[in-house]
């Protein structure tokens, strides 16, 4: 299912943007998160996601970039649920010799456990961090959080830089696990125009679209963006089923493609 997102640029007062939330923040509302609010059977619950991909001009290259980056808390109940520490995140290359490749940076994760009372930080240490390569397109930064326990919470947050302006990162809402609140913002220059879909059966909770003035600099010149804000609440894990040809088409996400 894929609807087409007509978006209409208007000026928003800045306290209204949405903004990413404080690492390590927790809250005692998520600690005691009571899964029956979104799904009794889940084993792990995303509390809250938050993304955001924008363009880069590096003056040292004259090239362009794309930056995207990510951060999650996620609350797990149970043993079954420890599978959501393992963390593996693509990172693509063009294989044909000329180097050209995304790269990771700013890898931060850690687990918080209920010790007498308060909430106590694990941090995991850069040691933990692999990679695994998949093929010569593309290589698995892997990690897994330390200190794992029924009942923990755990946070990471990372970003990528892509050279690949033309696969505009693409928003999956739905996962297979549920979601209480997913945030992507997505800042576009004013020569890029986009055709932005939204796929599966689920409606956003709300989207914005507002004029970011000066959001890149390119030769010494300042460039406005339509700064595209998309949200989610409450969603349940996806689920493949048998008669579903294509899943991709049937979970939530966001896509652009670029047409000009």
Request: charged share 25%; glycine share 4%.
């Amino acid at each position: 299912m894929r609807k087409t997102l007509i978006l209409i640029l208007f000026l928003i007062p800045l306290f209204a943007i949405s903004q990413d939330f404080e690492f390590g923040k927790i809250a005692n509302e998520d600690y005691s998160f009571d899964r029956k609010k979104i799904d009794s059977n889940a084993n792990a619950v995303y509390l809250n996601e938050y993304g955001t991909t924008y363009f880069s001009f590096d003056s040292e290259t004259g090239h362009m970039k794309l930056i995207h980056t990510y951060h999650v808390r996620i609350k797990i109940f149970n043993k079954e649920g420890f599978e959501a520490a393992n963390i593996a995140i693509p990172i693509h290359k063009s294989g044909n010799g000329n180097e050209e490749q995304e790269y990771i940076s700013g890898i931060r994760a850690s687990t918080f456990n209920e010790v007498s009372g308060k909430l106590e930080e694990t941090e995991m240490s850069n040691k933990a961090i692999f990679t695994e390569a998949k093929s010569k397109y593309l290589t698995l930064n892997k990690f897994t959080l330390p200190n794992i326990k029924e009942n923990s919470i755990i946070e990471y947050q990372y970003t990528i830089e892509s050279p690949y302006l033309f696969n505009f990162r693409t928003w999956h809402f739905q996962s297979d696990l549920p979601k209480v609140n997913s945030t992507y913002v997505a800042f576009i220059p004013a020569n890029y125009t986009y055709n932005v879909s939204l796929r599966g059966f689920y409606k956003l909770t709300d989207n914005k679209s507002e004029l970011s003035s000066g959001c890149l600099r390119v030769a010494g010149k300042d460039m406005d963006c339509s700064k595209l804000s998309y949200n989610m609440k409450n969603l349940p894990a996806f689920l493949e089923e048998e008669y579903m040809t294509a899943p991709s088409n049937y979970k939530s996400a966001i896509y652009f493609e670029l047409s000009e």
